[in-house]
């Protein structure tokens, strides 16, 4: 079982929060207060994260389907049918996922620095990096990536925050997930088609380099998506600009939920 919190807040609805690779739920130190005004909130540790298992603790392929198989036992566990889920970086990759194999237990998404497919100037440096893995520390790798994903200095808190975390990971957690980089694109593949009924609200910073075009053509056709990029903002946005990804997080599924409600 993965590691998991629940944190008691207000009403009976719940906010799962995922994380991206070598983070945790740290990372939303700056929404655990806020989100528990109005929901009930629970936190996760990926696998290879916090104190859940080892990638290789299972008795099958690390893969993305076994990722979403074990969010899904946790939401069982805790007895939640559907829930809010908020995700940074690689934790809204899964959310994709989740969407496209068990949309019926997504109420809505809140997706941040979300990852839709790598351009050709990323793929280069996965590739790179698959070539020197073996070689190398991987917080060496691990660094590199954060310093291209995340170059500014107003970005310095978000890198230095993701460097600190990732120094926990253990480096075959790491490679674990290192692999399932040349998997992302799949993980969007049909969510317009499986999950065109699930309200996504999409935040990211105009100074996401690597991911922000991408993910603004990708989406154009999905009718229950919607898109804020801000200004003077990279990557990890949440964690940049937390009152305005807290207040349009909170609204979005607020409204959403009213406007499902009417419709019902």
């Known amino acids: 079982m993965l590691e998991y919190i629940v944190h008691q807040g207000v009403g009976k609805e719940y906010v799962v929060f995922l994380h991206g690779i070598g983070g945790t739920s740290s990372i939303f130190c700056k929404q655990m207060e806020t989100f528990k005004n109005h929901y009930n909130v629970v936190t996760v540790h990926l696998p290879g994260h916090g104190n859940s298992p080892g990638v290789d603790t299972y008795n099958e392929p690390f893969t993305i389907n076994l990722i979403v198989r074990e969010i899904v036992k946790v939401l069982d566990e805790i007895g939640v049918g559907q829930a809010h889920f908020i995700g940074i ?70 890198r230095k925050l993701f460097i600190r975390e990732a120094k926990k ?56 998506a919607m898109k804020v990029f801000l200004d003077g903002c990279g990557h990890v946005c949440n964690v940049e600009r937390p009152t305005e990804f807290n207040r349009l997080a909170l609204d979005f599924i607020h409204h959403k939920q009213v406007l499902l409600q009417k419709v019902q």
């Open 89 to 158: 970086s690689l934790g809204s990759v899964v959310i994709h996922e989740l969407m496209q194999q068990v949309p019926d237990r997504v109420q809505t998404a809140v997706l941040g620095g979300c990852i839709t497919r790598f351009t050709l100037f990323s793929n280069t440096l996965l590739q790179a990096g698959h070539a020197i893995k073996g070689m190398i520390p991987f917080m060496w790798l691990y660094k590199l990536f954060a310093y291209v994903m995340m170059p500014k200095r107003n970005h310095r808190i978000s």
């Open 169 to 224: 990971m253990k480096r075959k957690d790491f490679l674990g997930w290192y692999q399932l980089t040349p998997y992302v694109k799949s993980t969007y593949a049909s969510v317009q088609e499986r999950a065109s009924h699930i309200p996504k609200l999409y935040i990211t910073g105009k100074e996401d380099h690597l991911f922000v075009r991408s993910l603004d053509e990708d989406t154009k056709g999905d009718p229950s």
